[in-house]
């Protein structure tokens, strides 16, 4: 019973506890409120996120989050927490002073608000005396003539000096003109347009009247004109680089034009051309030639691709300039100072490692332009030096994209010449698009697009380790209007990158005339091609059929040579660049890499057409099975008594023909590399392995980076040379170890189907060509295959026991294997003989292939010419024949070079002894390197396409399972009509 009234406490108690935590669980959500939501007697709790009530005369602060005494109370208790405020009322006729904590009488009176009522213009409100000590009221005093009351109402202040030298007071009064906060005498300030353009605007609108050159500019051209004033200046030339640089726009009153109009009276500072005394620097000197300019060798520091080297990081710099003018100071650009784009820093400050081809974009919302960003001027430099005591900086030229010379974009164009380079910037222009003060700008302007291009030094067409012209920073604005863009909330995708550049023109070159000397060898090879096609085809003459010939030979051919140089320079790109030390070799850049993949697009169109060539050589070649098998003799009686005949010769069996054919129909798709391992021993490497690391932009050559590290954007040259690389070094693997261990030890398909022949009693005869084929000598040395079993074992045995001949054609020979070169009498005699089974033969129809058309007189003429056929061979082979005979030799070494013929087989023909199996030139087995090449350049292809291996191994592995598909159909069907088997008996 204790025990049973303990199981019900302990249920209790779990009930208990799943209740209490389910009622604590629901407390973890709280009500939406937000800082707008307060009533003006709360405040917002930071703590809660909820409104809570002030106390008794009290009212909400200006930012919300706190209480304060309400007019006409003042403080008596305040130690920081909303809770601890305490107001008490003033008396009658009193308001609280400006600090809240007294009371104190007016001399104007009460507001509506009970607050003193304001004093008049140029006087201020005073409440303590000098010392601190409370008066009994408030009470006015006027500031002197040279003074004027701050902003808060409690001081007098020095007005500015340009009032006080021309007025002696505080008032600018006519005909002087006040602008930009200061006094200017009559007639002394130039004509100025006030309009800032923009492509954004609405309708036909193109400018909009700035507010904020109202206020600054005449008055920043006469202070930098007359008194060289330095903060003037800078704005000044701020606010022409508001106008992207233009001269053209309002070009007698803009702010460029008075920049310019000064910067020609100023003179050049030191020996830098274009940069005027007391002014910013905007402008290169247009009579230089901006060649020379981004071609300047002055940077002497050599930069290293090793980590640990001091030169591994570019040291840049950016002199900072407020829009009024205020110079900020000059700061690094670590820490993503010119990125809009944000990312940890070791991320953003990778952009400065050397050689690291880096890129950071993002998408900003739009409101952050107009809230979040401050308008800023940059001047970039970079540092550079041979020791640390003589350290430089060199500034870095700007190519801004939207300025503008006649109308015309002149940095657009392609030639450096055109040029115009200027050298400020900002990355965001919240201030320009101001139509007043109190709106927010119209019209945003932003960096779209900032690139840091950085060229390696040359010479002689040679790079010089390490050094580097000038870095060239190009920028592109881009516009957002308040009114279109602001409140549907769209966003803007801005980019950072930094790209390395060298003029590859000796490269180039070398790669073209690699090209242009591997492609007049493979033309020349072409043609010894075609040729020997020619002579092996029976013509006498070059016609189109063998120009066609040399076209698709030279397809081919052209194929393997952009490969193999295109390859070639890729991996001088990924060994070179990944390895070394003091930089002298960086990746192409993406328009430098378009005759790299033009290369590669053109070798895999030219291979497909080698491949289709190769697969209508293999479908449409001529084979026929030689059967040797002769009736043994024996009679059968007949069992109908109304035969009087002695009876027949027993029938030679079929079954062996038939089953040598689907030996041959198995063989014919066969290869030494298996594409399944093949692709999915490529993808392990690259994606399981890593090797796909190496194709970053960066130098670094780790396979399993830090996810912390900034990892550079692939290359697509990269990409190609460790995808073909791997693709190469698997396949020769497979077919290392196919031929030399596979084949030797555990099976070789083809060898095993030449002694099925022997053992058949079964000859192959293959026309390649009209007049060259192959020949698989399958004559049985015991005379006869169609036995029992045990007679079987016993004709294997005698020969396991040498106690008969060998197998091979000559005697004493076990050569089995031939190519053959027939004369033209040969290819006549054997279409005449197979010229009646174009019409015997019905084409091959409906799923399982049954003939349809022929009937009995077609069987009949069908197995007449088989017979005839087969008779006709044999006759050959035996040298029956006294008009059309062979002879059998070896080929010389340079025709097995050049894969030709120098013999001519007009009287007789020739059997050629065959070293290995050359009759697996009409299989897939004999055809790797193409079958190989097309599937490594359709792998890269897709991949250069895609930037994506595992899609391009399934693309390419569908690809060659259909081409497998394909092969098997069409050559089953070729040789169930050219051998007249039965298609339903190749399975």
């Given at each position: 019973m204790a025990a049973y009234s303990g199981e019900i406490v302990l249920f209790w108690a779990a009930l208990c506890f799943v209740f209490i935590s389910n009622i604590r669980a629901a407390?973890?959500?709280?009500?939406?409120?937000?800082?707008?939501?307060?009533?003006?007697?709360?405040?917002?709790?930071?703590?809660?996120?909820?409104?809570?009530?002030?106390?008794?005369?009290?009212?909400?602060?200006?930012?919300?989050?706190?209480?304060e005494c309400a007019a006409g109370n003042k403080l008596i208790e305040n130690r920081g927490a909303p809770s601890s405020i305490a107001c008490q009322p003033c008396p009658a006729g009193a308001a609280a002073t400006q600090d809240g904590w007294n009371c104190i009488r007016c001399t104007t009176g009460l507001s509506p608000t009970n607050e003193c009522a304001a004093c008049e213009d140029g006087a201020i409100g005073v409440e303590y005396l000098i010392d601190g000590k409370l008066q009994?009221?408030?009470?006015?005093?006027?500031?002197?003539?040279?003074?004027?009351?701050?902003?808060?109402?409690?001081?007098?202040t020095r007005c500015d000096e340009s009032v006080i030298s021309l007025a002696g007071t505080c008032v600018c009064n006519s005909p002087r003109v006040q602008t930009g906060g200061l006094c200017f005498p009559a007639n002394s300030l130039s004509e100025a347009t006030y309009n800032v353009p923009f492509n954004s605007l609405p309708d036909e609108q193109t400018s909009l009247t700035s507010w904020f050159f109202v206020q600054n500019l005449r008055a920043a051209e006469y202070m930098c004109r007359v008194y060289q004033n330095l903060t003037s200046c800078q704005l000044l030339g701020n606010m022409c680089v508001m106008l992207d640089y233009s001269q053209e726009f309002q070009a007698e009153t803009s702010a460029c034009f008075h920049y310019l109009a000064l910067q020609t009276q100023q003179?050049?500072?030191?020996?830098?051309?274009?940069?005027?005394?007391?002014?910013?620097?905007?402008?290169?000197?247009?009579?230089?030639?901006?060649?020379?300019?981004?071609?300047?060798?002055?940077?002497?520091?050599?930069?290293?691709?090793?980590?640990?080297?001091?030169?591994?990081?570019?040291?840049?710099?950016?002199?900072?300039?407020?829009?009024?003018?205020?110079?900020?100071?000059?700061?690094?650009?670590?820490?993503?100072?010119?990125?809009?784009?944000?990312?940890?820093?070791?991320?953003?400050?990778?952009?400065?490692?050397?050689?690291?081809?880096?890129?950071?974009?993002?998408?900003?919302?739009?409101?952050?332009?107009?809230?979040?960003?401050?308008?800023?001027?940059?001047?970039?430099?970079?540092?550079?030096?041979?020791?640390?005591?003589?350290?430089?900086?060199?500034?870095?030229?700007v190519l801004l994209d939207s300025y503008k010379e006649d109308q015309n974009y002149v940095n657009r164009r392609a030639r450096v010449r055109d040029w115009q380079l200027t050298r400020r910037f900002f990355l965001v222009d919240n201030l320009s698009g101001k139509e007043t003060i109190d709106t927010p700008a119209k019209v945003v302007r932003y960096a779209s697009s900032i690139e840091l291009e950085i060229s390696i030094q040359q010479e002689a067409g040679e790079a010089r380790e390490g050094k580097i012209y000038p870095p060239l920073l190009k920028v592109k604005?881009?516009?957002?209007?308040?009114?279109?863009?602001?409140?549907?909330?769209?966003?803007?995708?801005?980019?950072?990158?930094?790209?390395?550049?060298?003029?590859?023109?000796?490269?180039?070159?070398?790669?073209?005339?690699?090209?242009?000397?591997?492609?007049?060898?493979?033309l020349l090879y072409a043609m010894v091609k075609s040729n020997a096609w020619r002579r092996r085809a029976g013509l006498i003459y070059i016609d189109i059929s063998t120009m066609l010939k040399f076209i698709l030979f030279a397809f081919g051919l052209l194929a393997d040579v952009l490969f193999v140089s295109t390859l070639g320079t890729c991996l001088y790109w990924l060994l070179f660049f990944k390895r070394q030390d003091q930089v002298y070799l960086v990746l192409p850049t993406r328009g430098q890499e378009e005759k790299f993949t033009i290369y590669v697009s053109v070798a895999f169109v030219f291979k497909l057409f080698d491949l289709a060539h190769l697969l209508f050589s293999q479908i449409t070649a001529d084979i026929f099975l030689i059967d040797w098998e002769r009736s043994r003799g024996r009679v059968v009686q007949s069992s109908d008594p109304s035969n009087t005949s002695k009876g027949t010769m027993a029938p030679i069996s079929i079954w062996r023909t038939y089953f040598i054919a689907n030996e041959w129909n198995e063989i014919q798709e066969t290869r030494r590399i298996n594409s399944v391992f093949q692709i999915f021993a490529v993808l392990f490497f690259l994606e399981v392995i890593g090797l796909k690391h190496l194709t970053t932009t960066d130098p670094r050559s780790d396979v399993s980076p830090s996810p912390d590290d900034y990892t550079?954007?692939?290359?697509?040259?990269?990409?190609?040379?460790?995808?073909?690389?791997?693709?190469?070094?698997?396949?020769?693997?497979?077919?290392?170890?196919?031929?030399?261990?596979?084949?030797?030890?555990?099976?070789?398909?083809?060898?095993?189907?030449?002694?099925?022949?022997?053992?058949?009693?079964?000859?192959?005869?293959?026309?390649?060509?009209?007049?060259?084929?192959?020949?698989?000598?399958?004559?049985?040395?015991?005379?006869?295959?169609?036995?029992?079993?045990?007679?079987?074992?016993?004709?294997?045995?005698?020969?396991?026991?040498?106690?008969?001949?060998?197998?091979?054609?000559?005697?004493?020979?076990?050569?089995?294997?031939f190519e053959m070169l027939l004369p033209t009498k040969f290819r006549e005699q054997y279409n005449k003989i197979y010229q009646p089974l174009q019409g015997a033969?019905?084409?091959?129809?409906?799923?399982?292939?049954?003939?349809?058309?022929?009937?009995?007189?077609?069987?009949?003429?069908?197995?007449?010419?088989?017979?005839?056929?087969?008779?006709?061979?044999?006759?050959?082979?035996?040298?029956?024949?006294?008009?059309?005979?062979?002879?059998?030799?070896?080929?010389?070494?340079?025709?097995?070079?050049?894969?030709?013929?120098?013999?001519?087989?007009?009287?007789?023909?020739?059997?050629?002894?065959?070293?290995?199996?050359?009759?697996?030139?009409?299989?897939?087995?004999?055809?790797?390197?193409?079958?190989?090449?097309?599937?490594?350049?359709?792998?890269?292809?897709?991949?250069?396409?895609?930037?994506?291996?595992?899609?391009?191994?399934?693309?390419?592995?569908?690809?060659?399972?259909?081409?497998?598909?394909?092969?098997?159909?069409?050559g089953r069907n070729n040789l169930a009509k050219k051998t007249l088997v039965d298609e339903r008996f190749l399975i």
């Open positions: 407390t973890y959500s709280i009500p939406l409120n937000a800082i707008g939501d307060c009533q003006e007697s709360q405040y917002f709790d930071l703590a809660e996120l909820k409104c809570k009530d002030c106390g008794d005369l009290q009212r909400q602060t200006e930012n919300g989050l706190s209480c009994t009221q408030k009470s006015c005093q006027n500031c002197k003539a040279t003074t004027q009351p701050d902003e808060a109402g409690t001081r007098c003179g050049d500072f030191g020996e830098i051309s274009g940069w005027p005394n007391s002014m910013p620097w905007l402008y290169y000197d247009p009579e230089e030639d901006t060649e020379d300019i981004v071609r300047e060798t002055k940077i002497t520091t050599k930069f290293s691709a090793k980590p640990s080297s001091e030169n591994s990081k570019l040291k840049m710099f950016v002199g900072t300039y407020a829009a009024n003018g205020t110079y900020l100071g000059l700061q690094p650009t670590t820490g993503g100072t010119v990125q809009l784009c944000k990312d940890t820093v070791k991320k953003m400050d990778a952009a400065y490692t050397f050689a690291t081809t880096y890129t950071s974009s993002c998408d900003i919302n739009v409101q952050d332009f107009w809230n979040n960003y401050e308008t800023l001027f940059y001047d970039m430099y970079i540092q550079f030096g041979d020791n640390v005591e003589a350290q430089e900086l060199y500034a870095i030229p604005y881009g516009e957002v209007n308040y009114d279109e863009d602001y409140e549907s909330n769209p966003t803007r995708k801005v980019t950072f990158a930094v790209t390395y550049f060298m003029r590859r023109g000796g490269s180039n070159k070398n790669i073209s005339i690699t090209i242009g000397v591997l492609s007049a060898v493979a550079g954007d692939q290359s697509r040259v990269l990409r190609f040379a460790v995808a073909s690389g791997m693709y190469i070094i698997i396949g020769l693997v497979q077919w290392l170890f196919f031929t030399l261990i596979y084949e030797r030890f555990v099976e070789d398909a083809l060898q095993n189907f030449v002694d099925l022949c022997s053992m058949a009693n079964v000859s192959v005869f293959v026309l390649a060509n009209n007049n060259y084929g192959f020949y698989i000598h399958g004559r049985s040395v015991h005379g006869f295959a169609d036995t029992d079993m045990k007679e079987m074992r016993t004709q294997m045995k005698r020969e396991e026991d040498n106690l008969c001949g060998q197998r091979g054609l000559l005697p004493n020979s076990d050569q089995q294997t033969v019905a084409r091959i129809e409906g799923q399982r292939g049954r003939p349809t058309a022929g009937g009995d007189q077609g069987n009949e003429r069908l197995n007449q010419a088989y017979a005839t056929m087969n008779k006709f061979l044999c006759t050959f082979i035996d040298h029956g024949m006294r008009d059309i005979d062979y002879m059998v030799k070896d080929k010389l070494l340079f025709e097995q070079i050049l894969d030709m013929e120098f013999y001519d087989p007009a009287e007789k023909g020739f059997f050629f002894n065959d070293g290995g199996h050359a009759f697996n030139k009409v299989l897939f087995h004999g055809q790797e390197v193409t079958l190989l090449t097309f599937e490594m350049l359709l792998f890269c292809i897709v991949d250069l396409i895609f930037t994506n291996y595992a899609l391009a191994g399934i693309i390419t592995y569908l690809a060659m399972q259909f081409l497998i598909k394909f092969r098997d159909a069409a």
